[in-house]
Nanobody
Framework: QAQLVESGGDLVQPGGSLRLSCTAS????????IGWFRQAPGKEREWVSC????????NNADSVKGRFAISRDKAKNTIYLQMNSLKPEDTAIYYC???????????????????WGQGTQVTVSL
């Protein structure tokens, strides 16, 4: 059974850092682009970042450019989201998702993703 599990969410002060992990099981994430999305209370889900199946292409939303970085470790079947200079507006539940697309491409459209994790809470507050 294909499964994605996020971890690493926590309470952190503004300006702090966190690293989220997304571990795949039941399938090889090597053949999937991986995206990170987030949803804050009362707001719609929004795309944050993505990485191609090859690992050679990444893309980030304008709201997190220069602060967040996505990477993947194929040996561990794990994708990471390094989040620096966190702001209160980054507070949300963060989800990772897998899209069965091969090559140097990843999508910012949630509708193209096949598998989703259960989410991990990130809270940025004093």
């Amino acid at each position: 059974q294909a499964q994605l599990v996020e971890s690493g969410g926590d309470l952190v002060q503004p300006g702090g850092s966190l690293r989220l992990s997304c571990t795949a099981s039941g399938f090889s994430s090597d053949y999937y682009a991986i995206g990170w999305f987030r949803q804050a209370p009362g707001k719609e889900r929004e795309w944050v970042s993505c990485i191609s199946s090859s690992g050679g292409f990444t893309n980030n939303a304008d709201s997190v450019k220069g602060r967040f970085a996505i990477s993947r470790d194929k040996a561990k079947n794990t994708i990471y989201l390094q989040m620096n200079s966190l702001k209160p507006e980054d507070t949300a539940i963060y989800y990772c998702a897998a899209d069965a697309v091969w090559g140097h491409y990843c999508s910012d459209d949630a509708g193209t993703y096949d598998y989703w994790g259960q989410g991990t809470q990130v809270t940025v507050s004093l």
